[in-house]
């Protein structure tokens, strides 16, 4: 709904835009008050949303705040502390060609077959977050939706950006299971998260790919996609559906995260447009040289393989955690965290801090609160010993 008034003063127009549903969406143009109260006045400041309302949770907390010198990291969803070696060798060889500006070209062609697409429909980038401010900083949308509780950075990218965005929030009680019929038709871009984190919900590829419209770009991040075994729930080679664009990391399964690369598919002439806005090298040798080893067929298996490990790992923790009498976890966690409930979270999770372990807080993504906690999957001796540790805290 929007509602327009000529402020006293004559010197603009008043807006602000109420959400259908009554929950998110807000844009006012930015104006110094002229003393009616509530009012903001139009002057030549374009509209910012980010700027005149700011987000109710802190969309740019990440795991990495959460981490200390001393703690058992249980907060941050990287596999690993480091890289294996041989792609270790292959980025440091890449450093006796600093010298040279960088050029995406193999790394492009080695991403594109690995996912059976064509290289102009890939573009390398620093992380798959510069990939969401590319696409906000891109994309004119006029009604966005962000699918939550999912990572923050793509409505804060939107936000900064200057748009305004429409949460639908899944729920708890559906097993954060997504629901079509939830997005709203006028939707002209959809952003999702598969498998989704915090939730680590594993949505059917087929329920995201029936959200592609003309007229929409459906962009579904999928940074964690290759944490289950043969990503059975992927798009990526999906260059038959109309808007998709599918978002990758390689910071995660690789443990690349101070490296910075990742990337995005979608149908050239998207592609093009982001790129016009990327700083031009952002991608350094390094990084590309890292997309290349870790897009070849012996690298995929590798990661497929430390998938399969990953299941056995996090089978563990959840039976360890249901173990544990006021421990509820709403779904069948499929990707390399878990998302677990407890009474008086943010008091349980400082208490773990005192026993020296770091989990995440969920209170700041939207759609959760301050009882959820993310705990990502490590090895069992490390899961031994959180368990014994939350097990004191709850039952002490
Ligand atoms: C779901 C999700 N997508 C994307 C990212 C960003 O990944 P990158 O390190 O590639 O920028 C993260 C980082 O935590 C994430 O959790």
């Not at 929007?2 to 844009?27: K, L």
């Not at 590798?302 to 360890?320: P, S």
Request: aromatic content about 4%; glycine content about 8%; charged content about 25%.
């Amino acid at each position: 709904m929007i509602i327009g008034a000529t402020p006293p003063s004559g010197t603009g127009i008043v807006t602000s835009m109420m959400d259908a549903d009554g929950t998110t969406a807000y844009r006012t143009t930015q104006g110094r008050s002229t003393g009616t109260p509530g009012m903001r006045i139009t002057t030549n400041t374009p509209p910012d949303p980010a700027r005149d309302h700011p987000a109710d949770v802190d969309l740019r907390h990440h795991g990495d705040r959460e981490v200390a010198p001393g703690l058992v990291d249980l907060a941050v969803n990287v596999r690993g502390s480091a890289p294996p070696p041989w792609l270790t060798e292959r980025i440091a060889e890449s450093l006796t060609r600093l010298a040279a500006y960088p050029d995406a070209a193999e790394a492009r062609a080695a991403v594109a077959a690995r996912h059976r697409r064509d290289p102009a429909d890939v573009l390398l980038t620093a992380g798959a977050a510069e990939a969401f401010v590319l696409l906000a900083r891109t994309l004119k949308p006029r009604h966005a939706v962000v699918v939550h509780p999912q990572f923050t950075e793509p409505e804060a990218a939107l936000r900064a950006a200057g748009h305004t965005v429409r949460r639908v929030l899944l729920r708890a009680e559906e097993g954060f299971g997504l629901d079509p019929a939830r997005i709203p038709e006028e939707a002209d871009l959809v952003m999702i998260g598969n498998p989704t984190n915090p939730t680590s919900v594993l949505h059917p590829a087929e329920t995201i790919a029936a959200l592609a419209r003309p007229g929409r770009v459906l962009v579904v991040d999928e940074a964690f996609a290759d944490t289950i075994p043969g990503e059975p729930e992927s798009l990526a080679e999906r260059a038959d559906v109309d808007g998709l664009v599918v978002v990758r990391s390689l910071t995660k399964t690789w443990a690349l995260a101070g490296l910075r690369i990742g990337y995005l598919l979608a149908a050239p002439d998207l592609v093009r447009r982001c790129a016009e806005g990327q700083p031009l090298w952002s991608v350094s040798t390094p990084a590309l040289v890292a997309a290349e080893a870790c897009s070849e067929p012996g690298a995929v298996s590798h990661a497929d393989a430390a998938a399969v490990t990953l299941a056995d790992d996090r089978a563990y923790l959840v039976a360890r955690l249901r173990a544990i009498p006021g421990v509820r976890l709403p779904v069948e966690p499929r990707s390399s965290f878990v998302l677990a409930h407890v009474d008086d979270g943010l008091a349980v999770r400082e208490l773990l801090r005192e026993r020296g372990f770091a989990v995440r807080r969920a209170d700041t993504f939207p759609g959760l609160g301050p009882d959820w906690l993310r705990i990502a999957v490590r090895d069992r001796a490390t899961t031994e010993a959180f368990a014994a540790a939350l097990e004191g805290v709850l039952s002490p």
